[in-house]
């Protein structure tokens, strides 16, 4: 129940990212970009925060419950194909995520959200934009394209937001008994 109330937070935000990028994707601003590319990377940012505070373990917990509730919302608001699409990259992406942020937590503050973020990012919209828009008449490789170019630039902006927040969200300390859950 304890780690339900204390991960309430980053799973309404995930949730909430999730879905406003699921619908936001379905607004082409031109050949190269949707609205959802902007709000996207910040799933990234939820998550690294999650892993920085509570662990990957913890962070894992909240990618899949805001899998689970993002693709059943996607599904109504944003069609069957965008959601199913989106849940398979999400998923894909933020446990790379996870992974390449836990590995490199220790080296300089800004490495492990960055390294990560990228990472994450090329798996997500290859993923994503392949199995949404392909075979559909959508300039999908285009769109990919743009939505990952401005995946990188929020990847590094969104290191701002990071580095203000990290003297609120410190390493949770580490007890025996947390050890099975991380």
Do not use: C, E, H
Request: charged residues 10%; aromatic residues 12%.
């Amino acid at each position: 129940m304890l780690t339900l109330r204390i991960l309430f937070l980053p799973v309404a935000a995930m949730v909430a990212i999730v879905v406003a990028s699921n619908f936001l994707v379905q607004f082409p601003i031109n050949d190269f970009l949707t609205w959802g590319a902007f709000t996207f990377p910040i799933a990234f940012l939820v998550t690294d925060l999650t892993n920085r505070r509570f662990g990957p373990g913890r962070a894992r917990r909240v990618v899949y419950v805001g899998f689970l509730i993002g693709v059943v919302l996607s599904v109504v608001l944003a069609g069957p194909r965008i959601g199913i699409a989106s849940g398979l990259a999400f998923l894909a992406g933020q446990l790379l995520d996870i992974a390449v942020f836990d590995r490199l937590r220790r080296m300089t503050w800004w490495r492990a959200p960055l390294a990560s973020s990228i990472t994450a990012s090329a798996i997500d919209t290859g993923i994503f934009f392949s199995l949404a828009f392909a075979g559909t008449g959508v300039p999908w490789i285009t769109l990919g394209v743009g939505d990952f170019g401005v995946k990188l630039a929020m990847a590094a902006t969104l290191l701002i937001p990071y580095g203000a927040l990290m003297r609120y969200v410190a390493p949770m300390p580490v007890r025996s008994s947390d050890f099975g859950a991380r």
